[in-house]
């Protein structure tokens, strides 16, 4: 029941989103059959205490450009918020690459090796440090 | 509006509009080395950000100067980006299945009409509190001491739901699975279990209530499994499922993540990892200073108050000690009330600096089978933090 009630105020948030940002949306009978509901919803919320819906709001990061950036946008953030970057110390480029290698790995993120490389980059980029051995010292502004 | 699935959306309409809508809601730029920065989520006051999506929110440690944690500042730690936002509580239910001979389907109503209520005061802790003091560092989240609480929880024991489904013979493992989703579905869904024996223990139980009020949506609302003296991991949030197994349960939240090396304290060398891992269990000993706060300026000349919370995964705290030199001489500080075994308990002791300067303050919490913090501890997943508590202030 909560996927369904989250699917009907994503649906309105859409509907929203394209008549607030002037996009002409071609909606489907479906989609605004979700709409028309999820405006039901809403007053069964207000007047139904047994639904009970929060919004989460979002305050994510932003980050400048560089070598990587879209495969970070595409393949990372996606899953989770940019702030699981931002929150971690600076890190060597080795540890990052095993941070990347386990979301691939071990959490089931669809990363291919090349964008893997390049992630690496990109994470070393906003929040690296040297390598101890044979990471170029200054290249990423430690 | 649900993030995911907007991105899930969004994303079938090519590269270039997901990043669009990335911009979007990017509202704050990125600052590395900012700060905490404090947040405010629904139901919850404000909170240290750590990540906003999934949520994970710290508490500011002032809020411990209360014996419970205010719901609203109880941390928040969620592991899959699909969290539960929408609760029906007229559709809503806790399915039992599995090795039983009685499936159940139970709404919250069931549960507080036709079980006998329990209560229990018991600390949640997340596994990596404090993972921020690690050296050298280690990824995750970045906890200082916030990512732990006290709360008194009511509910209905999951021995009193298991009995209600008539276990089966055989039965070794009971896994709960709660409404948050994965974002891909490569993505292990979060599930934990507990054995059959443990589950059954009369203690682990499920809140339906927190501190007499229901659970903030993102603290599991409508009910969360309460695991006493076991580290939050376990502490499985919205809970929709429990299913008994007649074999051992096995998924990736168990066989690969949250485990500690199989050593004394969860601790390994950097330099030599352990071979061997367990799933991580019971609480250590530890204790946490309250006030001063780290940095904090106090006063020379006149009494100021040293307060903390001590606690441990059931044995009850027995002493803390406090040392105002730097760890050189100890003294006993003053136990507050007893609020039950599972419960923090509060520790005080008086202290006068002579002088203006800096000092080190340290606190050593001792439990009822003579176990305490360690002297220095490390391992990889930045787990189990038990190192003798200290902060560095200063008089004037």
Redesign the interface.
Known sequence: ???K???L??TA??FALGVGGGTKLNLTPQLKRDASQATQVVHQRVDNE??????????????GPGPGR?EF??AC????????I??????PRS?WLS?VKKMKD?????ISDEQAAKITDYLVS??GKADAGNAPRGTYGE | MDRREFLQLIGATGAAALTASCNRFNSVSGALSSPANLVRFPEKTEMILLTDRPPQLETPIHYFRQDLTPNEAFFVRWHLEGIPTSVDLRTFRLNVSGHVRKPLQLSVDDLRSHFEPVSIIAVNQCSGNSRSFFEPRVPGGQWKNGAVGNAKWTGVSVKSILDRAQVKAGAVDVSFNGLDVPPLPSVSDFVKALSIDHARNGEVMIAYAMNDHSLPMVNGFPLRLVVPGWYGTYWVKALSDITVLPQAFSNFWTDKAYRIPNAPNGTEDPKNLAKGTIPINRFNVRSIFVRPEPDQTVHSGIPNELEGVAFDSGNGIRRVEVSTDGGVTWADSRLGPELGKYSWRRWRASWTPKNRGHYRLMARATNGIGETQSTAQWNRSGFMWNVIEQIDVSAV
Not at chain 1, 77 to 84: F, Q
Not at chain 1, 106 to 110: F, I, K, R
């Open positions: 029941m909560r996927n009630t989250a699917r105020f994503q948030a859409i047994s639904v009970h819906t929060i919004t989460l709001p979002h305050d994510e990061p932003l980050f879209e946008i595409t953030v996606v899953c989770h918020s940019p702030r699981y931002t929150m971690q110390p600076r890190f540890t941070e071990v959490y089931g993120a669809h906003i929040n």
